[in-house]
């Protein structure tokens, strides 16, 4: 008994797009995800509209070693919002990765400093960012970072334009963190690693 022709292409369709279903699923949740900007709090960086890819390796990877993933100081970082709700905006956050578990994190007079074992005296996280951010930064902040989170910031750290662990957000738990930026695929014009 042989099958009809056009249930065998109905059949095929079907494998084709349960594949390309798991394909997608499987890639985003292990090798890179894709987000959009939105808000100024990353700018002169990033701005609204540009499209991240973030990549997942580095997450997957430790997770496959049962460890913790912890991203480089400096790094931009995509992490799920710890005060999320459904409904409510910005679900996923951007931001860079100022200071780690036990470290001192102090803002006052425009700079940040970070203390630790190895700078007792304290140094500028951002020596070594290239230039980003520019912006002096605004805020009256001094805490230790708990342990298991990270200390992040926006690069538009003037007034309020950045909602970070300065301003509200508080420290950001690793097991949130998506995973590092990787690539900006938009726009065409300012594609860039980072």
């Not at 959009?36 to 499209?51: L, P, Q």
């Not at 007792?120 to 980003?132: A, H, I, K, L, T």
């Not at 910031?153 to 990787?182: A, K, Q």
């Not at 065409?188 to 980072?194: A, K, L, Q």
Request: aromatic share 10%; with cysteine.
């Amino acid at each position: 008994m042989q099958r009809h022709p056009a249930f065998r292409d109905v059949l095929g369709l079907i494998v084709f797009v349960v594949c390309v279903a798991v394909g997608t699923l499987f890639i985003n949740s292990f090798i890179f995800r894709t987000f959009s900007v939105v808000g100024g709090s990353m700018e002169n960086t990033m701005f609204t509209g540009d499209r991240l890819i973030v990549n997942r390796l580095p997450v997957t990877a430790a997770q496959v070693q049962n460890k913790t993933y912890v991203p480089a100081r400096g790094q931009v970082i995509v992490f799920k919002n710890p005060n999320y709700s459904i409904g409510s905006a910005d679900e996923y956050i951007v931001k860079r990765v100022i200071a780690f578990p036990s470290e001192r994190v102090v803002v006052k007079d425009g700079e940040i400093t970070v203390y630790n074992d190895e700078y007792p005296g304290g140094f500028n996280p951002d020596d070594d960012n290239n230039g980003e951010p520019g912006s002096p930064t605004s805020g009256n902040v001094d805490t230790i970072v708990p342990g298991g989170t990270l200390f992040v910031s926006g690069d538009h750290r003037e007034g309020s334009n950045s909602y970070d662990s300065r301003s509200g957000l508080g420290t950001i738990p690793f097991y949130d963190v998506v995973g590092p930026v990787g690539l900006r695929i938009w726009p065409v014009g300012d594609i860039r690693t980072f």
